[in-house]
């Protein structure tokens, strides 16, 4: 059966790059951030993460400068309403109570601990005393309840759970819970519990606080240009003894993968997060002989290349399931993977990489590969003998450039699927609202434990996200039962079978993996240090009050 081969990197931007490179760089690998302990029930138990010794005793001073792509499109003050590229600046500005690690272990941070009891019906913090927000108010606990409050009655799912909160002193906070979820501590440590100034807020209002980040961060904000870039500086206020090390960030937003590569060539930025546009962005800087560092960490578990099809509608032909086993076996994984992954993909076939809990080996007898003969005979099983037309809709450039080649792949079966590109924006609105008759794609978030927490993060919260893939009642009661399985082992069973499930339902179609640690973003230039890129899910969760830099690499410009 022959296989088609899709090269990437196309000749322009090498030629660019070309002129527009430094000299090149040594490439040694970066530290990863170290962790504390903590013990929250019915979570794996927090343990160190190893750091790599650095070269030299950290530096201060120097302007760091990070193209993260998208700009935010939504408020950057307001965590609660905060997503997307803006996670970049919120982080560096605010803090949570506690912080999560990309295996799933809780750190503390503005908490200092915390206890849980065995039902699991609340969870009780100790606060972190002389801790001060960039307005010169106190953090404590009345005004860590205001807020969670507030988030509490947006009906935001993090807090689902949640019924009351009670400061029991100043620097004691305890929630209480209608039932203990495996994914409560990583909702705590998750985008929309970051914590604002209440002074501030209560002072300028809410349209202001969405413009203005007022936070316990690293970083103050010092101007915010929503299109173009936001400058951040070091607060000296922090309550990170001696930290941070960098005095200024500058974020700026440059969406067009050949400006940013032409970009970060030349020197102008020291840091790109592109996320899955990074393959090809690396092709051309290998190709033009710039050298850069990747933001890797080991141990990891990837996600994968996916397509989200709409099986809610009992009209799209996606509702079918065998039209959307047709799609799996039409489509070559095995040579995308080599053709356009620089050697560092591979072809998925099931949800949960081979390290998560959920992972099943006894699946691999039954992947669907790539047999068109096969798609061809379901696709004229479910009635559509001369197939149908659909589109596959994205809002990344480089997934779109990914689907030229499984459009060719399903258009030899007769399925019509041309790439739509949307703006971020229209994409979230999409996943969020519902679309109709047609695929969504993008890269899953790179896994956690829980493997409920994957796919609450990244596949699915009941009536949040996703919400064009129809969920069967066994789908959703093995949901339950990982969500709120006491027992550890029970919950890793639970998260097995539910693994199954997806793929036994063609519920989503896995394309290709990239192992987290191979190809993993940010890229960076040699001199940057502790970066902690890539400590949770996703590239964009780090650690800016730990970065600092040699003066190689400080902004010139």
């Given at each position: 059966?022959?296989?088609?081969?899709?090269?990437?990197?196309?000749?322009?931007?090498?030629?660019?790059?070309?002129?527009?490179?430094?000299?090149?760089?040594?490439?040694?690998?970066?530290?990863?951030?170290?962790?504390?302990?903590?013990?929250?029930?019915?979570?794996?138990?927090?343990?160190?993460?190893?750091?790599?010794?650095?070269?030299?005793?950290?530096?201060?001073?120097?302007?760091?400068?990070?193209?993260?792509?998208?700009?935010?499109g939504r408020p950057i003050g307001?965590?609660?309403?905060?997503v997307g590229a803006g996670l970049?600046?919120?982080?560096?500005?605010?803090?949570?109570?506690?912080?999560?690690?990309?295996?799933?272990?809780?750190?503390?941070?503005?908490?200092?601990?915390?206890?849980?009891?065995?039902?699991?019906?609340?969870?009780?913090?100790?606060?972190?005393?002389?801790?001060?927000?960039?307005?010169?108010?106190?953090?404590?606990?009345?005004?860590?309840?205001?807020?969670?409050?507030?988030?509490?009655?947006?009906?935001?799912?993090?807090?689902?759970?949640?019924?009351?909160?009670?400061?029991?002193?100043?620097?004691?906070?305890?929630?209480?819970?209608?039932?203990?979820?495996?994914?409560?501590?990583?909702?705590?440590?998750?985008?929309?519990?970051?914590?604002?100034?209440?002074?501030?807020?209560?002072?300028?209002?809410?349209?202001?606080?969405?413009?203005?980040?007022?936070?316990?961060?690293?970083?103050?904000?010092?101007?915010?240009?929503?299109?173009?870039?936001?400058?951040?500086?070091?607060?000296?206020?922090?309550?990170?003894?001696?930290?941070?090390?960098?005095?200024?960030?500058?974020?700026?937003?440059?969406?067009?993968?050949?400006?940013?590569?032409?970009?970060?060539?030349?020197?102008?930025?020291?840091?790109?997060?592109?996320?899955?546009?990074?393959?090809?962005?690396?092709?051309?800087?290998?190709?033009?002989?710039?050298?850069?560092?990747?933001?890797?960490?080991?141990?990891?578990?990837?996600?994968?290349?996916?397509?989200?099809?709409?099986?809610?509608?009992?009209?799209?032909?996606?509702?079918?399931?065998?039209?959307?086993?047709?799609?799996?076996?039409?489509?070559?994984?095995?040579?995308?993977?080599?053709?356009?992954?620089?050697?560092?993909q591979q072809a998925a076939y099931?949800?949960?990489?081979?390290?998560?809990?959920?992972?099943?080996?006894?699946?691999?007898?039954?992947?669907?590969?790539?047999?068109?003969?096969?798609?061809?005979?379901?696709?004229?099983?479910?009635?559509?003998?001369?197939?149908?037309?659909?589109?596959?809709?994205?809002?990344?450039?480089?997934?779109?450039?990914?689907?030229?080649?499984?459009?060719?792949?399903?258009?030899?079966?007769?399925?019509?699927?041309?790439?739509?590109?949307?703006?971020?924006?229209?994409?979230?609105?999409?996943?969020?609202?519902?679309?109709?008759?047609?695929?969504?794609?993008?890269?899953?978030?790179?896994?956690?434990?829980?493997?409920?927490?994957?796919?609450?993060?990244?596949?699915?919260?009941?009536?949040?996200?996703?919400?064009?893939?129809?969920?069967?009642?066994?789908?959703?009661?093995?949901?339950?039962?990982?969500?709120?399985?006491?027992?550890?082992?029970?919950?890793?069973?639970?998260?097995?079978?539910?693994?199954?499930?997806?793929?036994?339902?063609?519920?989503?179609?896995?394309?290709?993996?990239?192992?987290?640690?191979?190809?993993?973003?940010?890229?960076?230039?040699?001199?940057?240090?502790?970066?902690?890129?890539?400590?949770?899910?996703?590239?964009?969760?780090?650690?800016?009050?730990?970065?600092?830099?040699?003066?190689?690499?400080?902004?010139?410009?």
């Amino acid at each position: 059966m022959k296989r088609a081969m899709f090269p990437v990197a196309p000749g322009l931007i090498f030629s660019l790059l070309l002129i527009a490179c430094a000299k090149p760089a040594p490439s040694p690998t970066p530290t990863t951030p170290t962790a504390t302990t903590a013990t929250p029930a019915a979570t794996p138990k927090a343990s160190p993460t190893p750091t790599a010794a650095p070269t030299s005793a950290p530096q201060y001073g120097g302007i760091l400068k990070i193209n993260v792509g998208e700009p935010p499109g939504r408020p950057i003050g307001w965590p609660l309403e905060s997503v997307g590229a803006g996670l970049w600046l919120i982080q560096s500005a605010f803090d949570t109570l506690v912080r999560m690690d990309y295996r799933g272990n809780i750190q503390p941070l503005l908490a200092t601990s915390w206890d849980i009891p065995p039902d699991g019906k609340s969870v009780t913090f100790r606060l972190r005393k002389g801790v001060k927000f960039h307005d010169g108010t106190d953090f404590n606990a009345e005004i860590t309840k205001w807020y969670f409050e507030k988030v509490q009655a947006s009906k935001h799912s993090a807090t689902q759970t949640w019924t009351t909160i009670d400061v029991i002193d100043d620097y004691t906070l305890r929630i209480n819970f209608s039932r203990w979820e495996n994914v409560t501590m990583m909702r705590l440590a998750g985008t929309v519990v970051f914590i604002p100034s209440r002074t501030s807020y209560e002072k300028m209002g809410l349209d202001w606080t969405r413009l203005n980040m007022v936070g316990t961060g690293a970083f103050k904000q010092v101007s915010y240009q929503p299109s173009v870039q936001a400058t951040l500086a070091r607060f000296d206020g922090y309550w990170q003894k001696n930290k941070p090390f960098v005095d200024e960030l500058r974020y700026v937003f440059i969406p067009d993968t050949t400006t940013a590569a032409l970009s970060f060539a030349a020197g102008e930025v020291q840091a790109l997060s592109m996320g899955d546009a990074e393959v090809f962005i690396r092709d051309n800087l290998d190709k033009a002989g710039k050298k850069y560092l990747t933001a890797g960490a080991p141990e990891g578990l990837a996600g994968p290349l996916t397509l989200w099809p709409d099986t809610g509608n009992p009209e799209s032909p996606f509702a079918n399931q065998k039209v959307r086993e047709a799609v799996e076996y039409a489509i070559d994984r095995e040579a995308i993977a080599k053709g356009l992954g620089r050697g560092e993909q591979q072809a998925a076939y099931q949800v949960a990489p081979a390290k998560s809990w959920a992972y099943n080996p006894g699946l691999e007898a039954r992947y669907r590969r790539y047999d068109p003969k096969k798609a061809k005979e379901l696709l004229t099983a479910a009635g559509h003998p001369n197939g149908f037309k659909t589109k596959i809709i994205t809002s990344s450039s480089a997934i779109r450039d990914q689907m030229v080649p499984v459009t060719t792949y399903l258009k030899e079966i007769g399925i019509d699927a041309p790439v739509e590109f949307v703006t971020a924006a229209a994409y979230t609105q999409l996943h969020t609202g519902g679309w109709r008759n047609s695929l969504l794609a993008a890269v899953l978030n790179q896994s956690t434990e829980p493997f409920v927490g994957t796919l609450q993060v990244s596949y699915f919260t009941p009536g949040q996200w996703y919400t064009s893939v129809k969920k069967s009642e066994k789908f959703m009661e093995l949901y339950a039962a990982v969500l709120t399985a006491m027992d550890l082992d029970k919950q890793k069973a639970a998260s097995k079978e539910m693994n199954t499930l997806i793929f036994d339902e063609a519920m989503y179609i896995p394309l290709t993996r990239t192992e987290r640690g191979k190809l993993s973003g940010p890229l960076y230039v040699e001199g940057i240090h502790d970066p902690g890129f890539n400590y949770r899910e996703v590239p964009n969760f780090w650690q800016s009050e730990n970065i600092w830099m040699e003066k190689k690499a400080w902004l010139n410009k």
